[in-house]
C-alpha cells in the first residue's frame, strides 16, 4: 500500500457493513482508479463491530441526511463570531429568519451580549436565536460540533469523533473537543464515541450512503496505527454510509479540508471548484483529478453528476471558495469577496441558481472571515430535521455555567462547573487561564473591516495577539 503521504484517493466500494469483505482500494497521487481492484485480504471486524450482533440491524445507523435536506435548526458560535466578525454573524442569522431556527452557543454572558447587540443593531429580535450555555475556545463549530445519527427504529444520537490535534505541539482545545458531549445533553440525546479524529469540515454525505473526505483524514489518524481499511470500517460504520471517497487535498490550503471545495446539492448532484491553470497549475490539477473521481460514482439516483464552479486563485495564502456554503431550508449562503473577479462570482451565484430551482441564493461577505482560514460553511453545523431541537432547561442562561446543572447523557449528574465538567477525561489537564469579564475587550465589537486590515487593523492586531480570536 502506497505511504499516507501518497493516497490521495480510496474508491467508493460497496461495503457489507456486517460481514466486511476487504479495504478500499487506494491510487496514488491524482490518479483515478480505472482498473478492477485486485481481491483483497478479508478484515476481521474489529472489536467495535456489530458483525456479531443479533440486534445488528437496529444499531447500523441508516445514512447521514444531506445538508440540502431539511434541517431542524442551525447551529452557530457566538464565541469570536458575534464579536470579531459581527457582521457575518449578523448576515447568517438575518438569512436564516423564518426558514429555519439558530441555536447560537454562548460561552459566558459577555459572548451573549455580544450577539444580542449585533442582534438589536439589526432590527432583529431577541428571538432571532436561542441561545445554548457552553464553554468554547472558538467559532469553528464545523469542526467540533456533533454529528448525528438515527437507528431504523427512529432512535437519534450524536456522535462525538476527536478533535483533539494530530501534531503533538499543537494547541489542545479541550473545550470545543466536550462541545459534542454538551449539546447532546442539552438537546436530551444520548452521545456515543466516534473513535476517529475528524473534522467535521472534512467529511461531506450526499444523504445516499456515500460519505467524502480527504486524506487528510488519513494523516490525522496515522499515530493510532490505522489503515485506510480501518478508517472506512469506522466511517461508514458509524455514519451509515455505504461508500467512501477519499480525495485529495488542496496544495498549500492548512485545513486540508474537503468542504473547501466539494459541496453536494442534491443526492446525484456534486459541485467541484475549478481553477485557472495559468494562475495555479497544481491546485487546477488536484481539481480536476478530485471531479473525475466523483463524476459517475453511484447514487441511488444515478450516476453522479459533477458541475464546476469557479474559485479564486489563492495566490496571497487566503482560500476564497465558492463551495463553503450553508444550506438552510431553501435559503443558501454563498461566500462573496470585495477582491473577488465579479464574473466568476456571478457564474457561482447563477450556477447554484440552476442547480436549487426555488432556492433563495444569498452572497454574504466574506472576505475578514477567509483571512482567518474559513468560510461560512466552517461556522456552522446543521442539524437534520429528524433530530428533536428541544433544548432542556437550565442550558440557557447568561452566566455559562448552566450545563453544570443538567444531568449527563448517562443519567449521571455533570461537575459542578465547566472547567471541571470538560476537564474530566483529561488526565492532567490544568485549568486555562479564562479572561477576566472586567478586561474591556472581552465582549467589545469589532467592525469586520478592523480585521481586514482597513481602519482600526491595529487595535484588532492586539486584540488578536492577546488569544482572543484564534485561527484555525
Known amino acids: 500500500m502506497p505511504t499516507v503521504a501518497a493516497v490521495c484517493f480510496c474508491a467508493g466500494l460497496a461495503w457489507d457493513r456486517l460481514a466486511p469483505s476487504g479495504p478500499p482500494v487506494v491510487a496514488a497521487a491524482v490518479e483515478v482508479a480505472t482498473a478492477a481492484p485486485a481481491a483483497a485480504p478479508a478484515v476481521a471486524p474489529a472489536a467495535d463491530s456489530d458483525a456479531n450482533d443479533g440486534e445488528a440491524f437496529l444499531s447500523i445507523p441508516q445514512p447521514d441526511a444531506g445538508e440540502f435536506a431539511p434541517q431542524a435548526a442551525l447551529i452557530l458560535s457566538a464565541k469570536e463570531l458575534a464579536v470579531c466578525l459581527p457582521d457575518v454573524f449578523r448576515d447568517i442569522v438575518q438569512a436564516a429568519q423564518g426558514h429555519v431556527p439558530v441555536l447560537c452557543l454562548a460561552s459566558d454572558a459577555s459572548d451573549r451580549q455580544a450577539a444580542l447587540r449585533v442582534l438589536r443593531r439589526a432590527g432583529l429580535g431577541d428571538d432571532a436565536v436561542r441561545f445554548v450555555s457552553m464553554p468554547l475556545d472558538t467559532m469553528w463549530v464545523r469542526d467540533y460540533g456533533p454529528f448525528f445519527a438515527r437507528r431504523p427504529n427512529g432512535g437519534v444520537w450524536v456522535l462525538d469523533a476527536d478533535y483533539s490535534p494530530a501534531d503533538d505541539g499543537a494547541e489542545v482545545r479541550w473545550r470545543d473537543n466536550n462541545a459534542p458531549r454538551l449539546i447532546g445533553s442539552a438537546l436530551g440525546l444520548p452521545v456515543e464515541a466516534l473513535p476517529l479524529r475528524l473534522a467535521g469540515g472534512n467529511v461531506l454525505t450526499n444523504g445516499g450512503g456515500l460519505v467524502v473526505t480527504t486524506a487528510e483524514v488519513l494523516r490525522d ?15 461508514l460504520r458509524h455514519l451509515g454510509c455505504d461508500r467512501w471517497i477519499c480525495l485529495p487535498e488542496l496544495d498549500d490550503e492548512r485545513t486540508g479540508h474537503v468542504d473547501m471545495y466539494v459541496t453536494f446539492t442534491a443526492e446525484n448532484v456534486a459541485v467541484v471548484s475549478r481553477l485557472d491553470k495559468q494562475s495555479d497549475p497544481v491546485n487546477a490539477a488536484i481539481l480536476d483529478a478530485a471531479a473525475r473521481q466523483l463524476e459517475g460514482a453511484a447514487t441511488r439516483l444515478g450516476p453522479m453528476k459533477v458541475y464546476r464552479i469557479p474559485m479564486e486563485p489563492g495566490s496571497d495564502g487566503v482560500w476564497r471558495s465558492y463551495t463553503n456554503v450553508i444550506y438552510a431550508n431553501g435559503v443558501l449562503m454563498v461566500p462573496s469577496f470585495r477582491s473577488a473577479d465579479k464574473d466568476r462570482q456571478d457564474a457561482a451565484m447563477s450556477l447554484y441558481a440552476r442547480l436549487l430551482p426555488g432556492w433563495k441564493i444569498v452572497a454574504i461577505p466574506c472576505d475578514d472571515l477567509a483571512r482567518n482560514e474559513g468560510l461560512l460553511h466552517c461556522i456552522c453545523r446543521n442539524v437534520p430535521q429528524y433530530v428533536p431541537v428541544r433544548v432542556r432547561p437550565g442550558c440557557e442562561g447568561d452566566d455559562g455555567l448552566d450545563l453544570a446543572l443538567v444531568s449527563g447523557a448517562d443519567g449521571q449528574a455533570m461537575p459542578a462547573g465547566p472547567d471541571e465538567m470538560l476537564r474530566e477525561g483529561f488526565p492532567g489537564a490544568a485549568a486555562e ?36 480570536f484564534i485561527a484555525r
Open 433 to 468: 487561564a479564562r479572561p477576566s469579564p472586567a478586561e474591556p475587550w472581552i465582549g467589545e465589537e469589532v467592525s469586520g473591516r478592523a480585521l481586514g486590515g482597513d481602519a482600526g487593523a491595529a487595535g484588532a492586531a492586539a486584540r488578536l495577539s492577546r488569544g482572543f
Open 221 to 235: 489518524n496515522a499515530d493510532r496505527g490505522y489503515d485506510a481499511a480501518t478508517i472506512q470500517r469506522l466511517l
